[in-house]
């Protein structure tokens, strides 16, 4: 009971807090008043558009830095001075993505196509940086937990050149010893898509 009580309270409280509205965004308003800005990571999205990246972005309260209020996953314009939009309907047409709270400090984000997803955590750590977390499988099956990714890219199937869906997230990561790796994504199979954002 006591559980449920703290859960409801959280989420009111973050239906309440600042937030970026979804919409074309320069980077000078990534930080409202009330909020703290965090680029997590940014993925070559592979899709054949220059100078669009995917961009993985974080916001915590000003008034409470330990808590994670939001994680968004959207387009970033390098020629438009990193400017952020939403993805459109092409792309939401073969991705769904997916965020699950996972405690006051972490996000679950899933990418979802077809009947495959992948996921990796947005987990704030103690020094106030946000990161991209996961269990990555390397070249040789070896699975490294943990790793914090330093890059990404979609690995983007494609149908008579046409990008069509997803075949997995390819990252290069280092593990908590500071050893660099490169692997992917675990793919995980799921019975029916589910909407997501």
């Given amino acids: 009971m006591i559980t449920k009580l703290l859960a409801t309270t959280m989420l009111l409280s973050m239906s309440m807090a600042p937030h970026v509205p979804w919409v074309e965004t320069d980077v000078a308003d990534l930080s409202p008043e ?3 800005h965090h680029e997590v990571l940014r993925i070559d999205p592979d899709f054949g558009k220059d100078h669009h990246d995917i961009v993985v972005d ?4 000003a008034d409470d830095p330990k808590t994670l209020s939001e994680v968004r996953m ?3 314009h390098s020629e438009e001075n990193d ?3 939403p993805f459109g309907k092409g792309v939401k047409r073969f991705v769904e993505l997916e965020y699950e709270r996972q405690a006051p400090s972490r996000f679950a984000l899933v990418l979802r196509s077809e009947r495959q997803e992948w996921a990796f955590d947005v987990v704030l750590q103690d020094d106030g940086q946000a990161v991209a977390m996961a269990d990555v ?3 040789d099956g070896t699975v490294v937990e943990g790793c914090v990714a330093d890059s990404a890219k979609l690995l983007v199937r494609r149908v008579l050149g046409i990008p069509a869906g997803l075949k997995g997230l390819e990252v290069v990561c280092h593990d908590a010893e500071g050893n660099s790796h490169r692997g992917t994504l675990p793919e ?3 019975k029916r898509r589910r909407r997501g954002r």
Avoid at 58 to 61: A, D, E, K, P, Q
């Fill in 137 to 139: 499988t390397t070249n």
């Fill in 58 to 61: 974080s916001w915590t309260l």
């Fill in 34 to 36: 009330g909020l703290v």
């Fill in 74 to 76: 959207w387009w970033l």
């Fill in 83 to 85: 400017e952020r939009s």
């Fill in 188 to 190: 995980r199979k799921v």
